[in-house]
């Protein structure tokens, strides 16, 4: 059977560089990711002032989204109906244990409502939604590897039912010394059939 959907764009976001359909337009000159994921921030002439509030994963999702988004928003009708599915390893691990050190704290006896807030991986997905009025559904998964196969698998459930007109997918990865966000925008238009093949060939290019 003929494929029904592409890729049509895709980016990875590292600590060391971020990249669009395989063009790397930023490298990190310094070992401040915090610092590298403002400078791509700046680059994208955003104004949401929400993100500075944000935790290292939150920021990660909403840079990703933002670079694909962004970039189709002229190209394709109906992007408000555009769903995510998103997934990592380590769910907000990173976030949940300084949420822990600072109820342990002996000085800080409240634990702060600014970094509770981000103990859930969904979090910057949300924010993606807000930023981009989006209408449709949206799922984050915990696995312990990337799964192409489950992704390619429920991305096109989605479209088959009409729940959505389009698909972004994004692997969003914080933790200790890992950072990793991989993104692909799914339609049914592009040159990158969506097929678990592509989807894990583009996953290990980075």
């Known amino acids: 059977m003929k494929n029904e959907y592409f890729i049509s764009d895709f980016c990875h976001m590292t600590a060391e560089e971020v990249s669009v359909n395989g063009a790397v337009i930023l490298k990190n000159e310094t070992a401040d990711f915090d610092a590298f994921l403002k400078k791509i921030y700046q680059l994208q002439n955003l104004k949401y002032s929400k993100f ?26 109906n992007i ?22 600072s109820i342990q704290s002996n000085t800080d006896f409240y634990p702060s409502p600014a970094v509770f807030v981000y103990t859930l991986p969904n979090i910057g997905m949300g924010e993606v939604a807000i930023r981009h009025q989006l209408q449709t559904e949206n799922a984050f998964f915990v696995f312990e590897q990337f799964e192409a196969e489950f992704l390619q698998k429920y991305t096109v459930s989605l479209l088959q039912e009409k729940k959505c007109h389009h698909v972004l997918c994004g692997w969003t990865e914080v933790d200790g010394a890992t950072r990793h966000g991989f993104f692909y925008l799914v339609t049914q238009k592009g040159n990158i059939p969506h097929t678990k093949q592509n989807i894990q060939n583009l996953y290990t290019q980075r």
């Open 80 to 101: 408000q109906d555009t769903a995510l599915v998103f997934s990592n390893k380590s769910s907000s691990l990173e976030t949940d244990r300084k949420h822990q050190k």
């Open 52 to 77: 500075f509030k944000m935790d290292a994963l939150s920021k990660l999702t909403f840079l990703g989204a933002e670079l694909l988004l962004k970039k189709e928003s002229s190209s394709l009708k």
